[in-house]
């Protein structure tokens, strides 16, 4: 069964204080690994999707990179308007439809 | 316009009663899902189509049911809501052909539901 964590739960940051989420995955194949943001109260934006290990993608303030067992979204020099919950899904190369998603990340950063 | 619409956005019932949640999509893929999101847990899949005529359960569909009325539009009935059904709701939905986004899924707002 695909597994999939993320961590922390909850991050506090300050404004400009960079730093990185983790998604840990156990998956029979990795068809994709993706990156979703979401607000309260909103569904889920789709931000990346990562394909093999060794991949980086970037979009502003936000890279994520793969590894064979994880990936990580790294936020640099954040501003209160990326405070959101980061999830994590992952899909395996049996299931061309099915997201194992993580229970997700919070970050809030302070001005 | 939102390309992935729900109805309700919020919604509160009693336990024993019957609602349907409407999701309808203007982005023309043939593939719709619908999920729960419960504090604490990612989310589940309830339901998914690949097109009107092919539906399938997902992994927490037991007290649920689905009807695909056209290519845009997927419903999510709860036959006999129960407590335990509140949750967030999200339909979403991908496009098979779209090789290069490998099947990425777009999430609808969602609906916020309590059942007393």
């Known amino acids: 069964e695909d597994q999939v964590t993320q961590s922390p739960e909850a991050l506090r940051l300050q404004e400009g204080e960079s730093s990185s989420l983790n998604c840990s995955y156990t998956?029979?194949?990795?068809?994709?690994l993706f990156w979703y943001r979401q607000d309260p109260g909103k569904g889920p934006e789709f931000l990346f999707t990562?394909?093999?290990a060794g991949e980086e993608k970037e979009k502003e303030r936000l890279k994520a990179t793969l590894t064979k067992k994880e990936s990580f979204l790294h936020i640099t020099a954040p501003k209160p308007e990326d405070s959101a919950t980061y999830l994590c899904?992952?899909?395996?190369?049996?299931?061309?439809?099915?997201?194992?998603f993580g229970a997700g990340t919070t970050v809030t950063v302070r001005a | 316009d939102a390309d992935v619409t729900q109805t309700p956005r919020n919604r509160i019932t009693k336990t024993g009663k019957r609602i349907m949640l409407e999701c309808s999509q203007t982005?023309?893929?043939?593939?719709m899902y619908w999920y729960r999101q419960d504090p604490g847990l990612g989310l589940r899949l309830i339901y998914y189509?690949?097109?009107?005529?092919?539906?399938n359960k997902g992994e927490i569909s037991d007290g649920y049911s689905v009807s695909r009325q056209a290519q845009a539009k997927f419903s999510l009935s709860l036959e006999s809501a129960i407590p335990n059904q509140t949750a967030l709701y999200f339909c979403?939905?991908?496009?098979?052909?779209?090789?290069?986004?490998?099947?990425?899924?777009?999430f609808g707002p969602g609906t916020r539901l309590l059942v007393l």
């Open positions: 979403a939905t991908s496009d098979p052909t779209d090789r290069s986004y490998q099947e990425t899924q777009y």
């Open positions: 998956v029979s194949g990795l068809r994709g």
């Open positions: 990562l394909y093999s």
């Open positions: 899904a992952v899909q395996a190369g049996s299931n061309d439809y099915k997201l194992s």
């Open positions: 982005k023309g893929h043939d593939r």
């Open positions: 189509s690949f097109d009107v005529k092919d539906i």
